[in-house]
């Protein structure tokens, strides 16, 4: 999608930070637009590579709390999960504070296979499909930190509560900052979550979370019978409660305990709740996750016709979180 987050480089640009990332120019260049905040370009190089550049922001672009530094955060990532078990590029380079360009890029191993949301499986092949992400995200929650929250945004906690509470309070405050119009007044929903946060204190240990598993982000072969390639985008990740990664591959609905997602998940070892305090911090990470939806449009100023449904159903959703929070006992 269009975004004013997504920085324009001229070809003799791309080249040249090619040169100084990977020690080769550049062949061709396509840019890669399904993503909403950082440039993505897929390039091929003079010595016959095939690599994904990722360059942030311009550094002078003023972002939301939580996004500092966002390519940091995804390099750290890949130098976890992979070891982990779970398929994701090969990170080539991680540039910060480039001197030329400034801000930050990454250069990754390009993938032959598509991403899920340009294909349609058969229904066997989608619930099977289901199955294997739900292992993968098993193994991704199973690497454990320190400290909860976003370290390199600096909104982290000693407990999952607090950590918790600074990110929404965070999101509120950009929400005001931007003058977003949200579905109830930022006091409100405040409110609501300061009642609710006490679930959150089932969560005693720091685990990794990708929180952004929509298909866009998952790459499928292209065989006869598709697998998964590869999980990519591990820049909005956190030190959290695993159950927030069921937010994206369910978004805008609910996670039920037939989903395939959730057997894959219990086979390889995850553990999957449905207690009346699991589903609430489930509207928790839901109502968080649409926030998001709604404020990020106040940096990037997505197009009207493109964003309106998007803003629609996320709002739509805040609603509903508010609700099961409000009527939780």
């Known amino acids: 999608m269009e ?46 590579r095939e690599v994904v550049l990722k360059l942030s922001p311009p550094p002078e672009l003023e972002q939301l709390r939580y996004e500092r530094d966002l390519l940091r955060t995804e390099a750290m990532v890949y130098g976890l999960v992979g070891p982990a078990g779970v398929p994701v590029p ?61 370290p390199h945004a600096g909104l982290t906690g000693a407990t999952w509560r607090a950590a918790f509470l600074a990110m929404l309070g965070a999101l509120l405050a950009d929400a005001g900052r931007y003058v977003i119009a949200l579905p109830r007044p930022a006091a409100e929903i405040a409110a609501v979550v300061e009642a609710s946060a006490g679930v959150l204190d089932e969560v005693t240990t720091p685990r990794l979370v990708h929180f952004d598993v929509w298909p866009g982000n998952v790459f499928l072969t292209r065989d006869a019978r598709p697998r998964i390639q590869a999980i990519i985008d591990h820049e909005r990740a956190f030190w959290g409660d695993p159950l927030a990664d069921f937010v994206t591959p369910t978004i805008f609905g609910e996670l039920t305990e037939d989903d395939e997602i959730v057997a894959g998940y219990r086979e390889a070892g995850g553990t999957v709740e449905f207690t009346a305090s699991a589903r609430a911090r489930m509207a928790l990470y839901r109502l968080y996750l649409s926030l998001i939806l709604l404020v990020e449009n106040g940096p990037r100023q997505y197009p009207e016709e493109d964003y309106a449904p998007l803003r629609d159903h996320a709002a739509a959703d805040v609603l509903r979180a508010l609700d099961l929070l409000s009527a939780a006992p």
Do not use: C, I, M
């Open 3 to 48: 975004s004013r987050t997504k920085r324009a480089l001229a070809p003799g640009e791309l080249d040249a930070l090619a040169r100084r990332a990977v020690g080769a120019g550049v062949a061709t260049a396509t840019e890669l637009t399904d993503g909403f905040a950082n440039a993505v370009w897929r390039l091929r190089l003079l010595d016959g």
């Open 90 to 150: 090969e990170l080539l380079r991680a540039g910060f504070d480039d001197p030329v360009l400034g801000g930050d890029y990454l250069v990754l191993s390009a993938l032959d296979g598509v991403p899920w949301n340009q294909v349609r499986p058969a229904e066997a092949d989608g619930r099977a499909l289901r199955r294997e992400l739900g292992g993968h995200l098993a193994r991704l929650n199973a690497v454990t930190g320190d400290v909860y929250g976003y």
